[in-house]
């Protein structure tokens, strides 16, 4: 887990109910038992203050920073996508961005990433399709020409879902985080501390979290039978709440 990553789960699991803002000293403290040193804290903050996920704040406890808007906009999607996906209804209408094509690689290669973080796929080089409109596309989109419109698309829906994603891969990528995951709670002692509590859940969170960037919670009744997210999923939930009191207590502790 790098900085970067650490502090995005940092802000969205434990600060963004806390006010979304902490001191310098205390986002160091949160992270030193997963192992990140201060200097990669102090680099990937003053990283995500240029790209406008975080701001510099003056707190009580010292100088510190807080959430942006664009920040607290993808902290509650993705928050929407790892906790709650399996509630998320479809309409039976698929999204669909037709955009002119990106010349550009390095641009083209962070549209590409930024269109699958929010759950599309392509179906073209310039057509890609999703479940659901997402709440981050519009500022994603406004430095490329790009249309936007819901449909109900002919032909089996199951079908089109097997072109645009690689569910075998995904449903392979689950099998492999929940073996992961079963060793990870496995290693935690009965007597853990708290700090180590929120380093085995921050870890857990992060694993299931790297999801957002594969499977763009596709509905229920498109998947295949028996598909494995379900129950990596339901093992998380229950993981992951079973943690949080320890972790919170962590996370108190080192906020004061």
Known sequence: MNARAALFDLYGDHLRPRGGR???????????????????????????????????LRLAQGPGYGLTPKCVTRLDEAALRIYRAGTLDWSGRWHLIVFEPV??????????????????????????????????????????????????????????????????????????????????????????????????????????RNFLFRDPGLPAQLLPAGWPGEKARAYFEQEAARLMPAAAAFVDQELK
């Open 22 to 56: 902490a001191s310098v000293a205390a986002l160091l403290r949160l992270l030193a038992p997963l192992d990140i040193a201060a200097p990669a804290v102090r680099t990937a903050v003053s990283r995500m203050v240029r790209q406008g996920w975080l701001r510099p």
């Open 103 to 208: 010349r550009e690689r390095p641009r083209r290669e962070r549209l590409r990433a930024d269109l699958a973080f929010l759950g599309y796929a392509p179906l073209s080089e310039t057509t890609w399709i999703g479940p659901r409109p997402s709440p981050e596309l519009d500022p994603l989109l406004t430095p490329h020409r790009a249309d936007c419109f819901e449909a109900v698309l002919d032909g089996d829906p199951r079908e089109l879902v097997a072109r645009a994603w690689d569910l075998t891969a995904i449903g392979q990528a689950y099998e492999q985080w929940l073996t992961e995951a079963v060793a990870l709670i496995g290693a935690l002692p009965f007597d853990a501390t708290p700090n180590e509590v929120f380093a085995t859940r921050s870890r857990l969170v992060h694993g299931w």
